[in-house]
């Protein structure tokens, strides 16, 4: 069971525009700690798509895009690609700076 | 560029020590914190611990007892070293860096992951 909730899967069409909510606890997220995401495709090392709540690394296109509110978090892609399969976690961290994980939203592009 | 290339033992048997290395290429090891994370087959990420650039440790408390992550700077190197593995730590094992953040806002949270290693499967069978 893990620290952040997300959902196990959701899907979309192409074109589409899907989010994947990451929700925490006044423990952590709520507390003002930072969320990251990472998307992972099959069989490979995950990738940050998003730091800090809600920035961009170069070369990560603007149809991702994610925000912070209270205790969660979300991510939100948009004109959904075939590419986009994969999975995504949500991190953030606890009082003791530990990095916890939401447990992966599997996204199939239908 | 930085990249990260990792190696180790990948198969271990119950009780033994695992034991991996990663080697950092286009920066210097001593300038930035690094971290290992682990994923069980078909499963989600555990973050296993992380090492600053002062060579403090921060470590899952679930796991604090059995781990130690160490900088080698003088071979630009870090490690991971996992005692008494059972079955439960079958995994891929990933080493990683944080992006840095200024330390006004190193309150709210270490930085994102931004450059992984290829993963090491490591299997703890008998």
């Known amino acids: 069971q893990s620290v952040l909730t997300q959902p196990p899967s959701v899907s979309g069409a192409p074109g589409q525009r899907v989010t994947i909510s990451c929700t925490g606890s006044?423990?952590?997220?709520?507390?003002?700690?930072?969320v990251h995401w990472y998307q992972q495709l099959p069989g490979t090392a995950p990738k940050l798509l998003i730091y800090?709540?809600?920035n961009r690394p170069s070369g990560v296109p603007d149809r991702f895009s994610a925000s912070k509110s209270g205790t969660s978090a979300s991510l939100a892609i948009t004109g959904l690609q075939a590419e986009d399969e994969a999975d995504y976690y949500c991190?953030?961290?606890?009082?003791?700076?530990?990095?916890?994980f939401g447990g992966g939203t599997k996204l199939t592009v239908l | 560029q930085v990249q990260l290339q990792q190696w180790g033992a990948g198969l271990l048997k119950p009780s033994e020590t695992l034991s991996l290395t990663c080697a950092v290429y286009?920066?210097?090891?001593?300038?930035?914190?690094w971290s290992w994370i682990r994923q069980p087959p078909g499963k989600g990420l555990e973050w296993i611990g992380e090492?600053?650039?002062?060579?403090?440790?921060n470590y899952n408390p679930s796991l604090k007892s059995r781990v130690t992550i160490s900088v080698d700077t003088s071979k630009n190197q870090f490690s991971l070293k996992l005692s008494s593995v059972t079955a439960a730590d079958t995994a891929v094992y990933y080493c990683?860096?944080?992006?840095?953040?200024?330390?006004?806002?190193?309150?709210?949270?270490?930085?994102?992951?931004?450059?992984w290693g290829q993963g090491t499967t490591v299997t703890v069978s008998s």
């Open positions: 990683a860096r944080p992006l840095k953040r200024p330390i006004r806002v190193a309150v709210t949270g270490g930085g994102g992951m931004d450059v």
């Open positions: 286009g920066a210097s090891s001593s300038d930035y914190n």
């Open positions: 090492i600053n650039h002062s060579g403090s440790t």
């Open positions: 006044s423990s952590n997220i709520g507390a003002g700690y930072v």
């Open positions: 800090s709540n809600s």
């Open positions: 991190q953030s961290f606890d009082s003791s700076l530990s990095r916890i």
